[in-house]
């Protein structure tokens, strides 16, 4: 049984909290937040902290804070040579204070409150300086059911720079899309089958492979009317940067 500490009440604590109470493998031994009543709903009240001394001895502590606050909160923490990790993809496990055995536990997935989560369907970076501190990584990764890969913190901040690219900025695409529509008369739910199609075919294909469109096609009719059809320069811009991206990668592919 892994006795775990999550320090943090936001999403992806909130996540990982209703994960840990599911699973027999894992004794969630307390919950820190200044604001008990952000996981009142998930957690009994004598398993919540509020200051760090109140803190208990686990065999892992998981600090689920916004990047800019990790190296703070875990200076903060009152003890030595305990095994403390943090769940950020653009962190450096170096950014955790020394006093205590560092590692990283990054669920690589979009998190939205009230959300139910599945982590049998999320990859799990597990990174340590102790090789037994990275089987309890281990352990505690397939105690929620999720698959897990060894990640350098260089390698880490480069898979989440490409995260980035294919969820955040994706989505900023959604939502100029959205905004063509509105000023056109149009409902979004039209694209929303397109949208479901092309992220299932990169389930089977590279997405080289099923790249389509008048950029691949070099369909030079179709993409000047596309231009002259767009009315905010910055969504211009776009079209021009991505249209060029799209043919440059098709050039290196032949």
């Known amino acids: 049984m892994i006795k ?20 027999d493998a894992i004794a969630l031994q307390q919950v820190f937040s200044r ?14 902290a509020t200051n760090w001394q ?9 600090i689920a804070v916004s990047d800019s606050a990790i190296a703070e909160v875990s200076s903060n923490l009152p003890f030595k040579n305990r095994f403390v990790v943090h769940t ?3 962190v450096p496990l170096e950014e955790l204070d020394s006093k205590n055995r560092r590692g990283v536990f990054y669920p690589l997935q979009t998190f939205t409150k009230d959300k139910e989560v599945d982590f049998s369907k999320i990859p799990i970076c597990l990174e340590s300086e ?6 309890t990584l281990e352990d505690l990764a397939e105690a929620i059911g999720a698959k897990h890969y060894l990640i350098s913190s260089d390698q880490r901040k480069s898979l989440h720079v490409a ?5 955040n900025f994706t989505n900023h695409l959604y939502q100029i899309g959205k905004e063509i529509c509105a000023e056109h ?4 739910e039209i694209l929303k089958p397109l949208i479901a199609e092309t992220a299932e075919k990169v389930q089977h294909l590279s997405p080289l492979e099923a790249q389509t469109g008048p950029a691949k096609r070099n369909d030079q009719n179709t993409i000047q009317a596309h231009l002259a059809l767009l009315t905010n320069n910055m969504q211009k811009e776009i079209y021009k940067i991505l249209t060029q991206s799209i043919q440059q990668s098709n050039v290196k592919k032949l």
Do not use: M, R, W
């Open 163 to 167: 995260a980035v690219f294919v969820n």
């Open 54 to 62: 109140q803190l208990l001895e686990s065999d892992i502590y998981i």
């Open 185 to 188: 008369q149009l409902p979004f």
């Open 4 to 23: 775990a500490t999550v320090i943090g009440s936001g999403n992806v604590a909130q996540h990982l909290i209703q994960a840990f109470l599911k699973s």
């Open 35 to 48: 604001q008990k009543e952000s996981v009142l709903h998930l957690v009994d009240d004598s398993k919540i």
């Open 130 to 135: 102790v090789d037994d501190d990275y089987t």
């Open 88 to 90: 950020s993809g653009g």
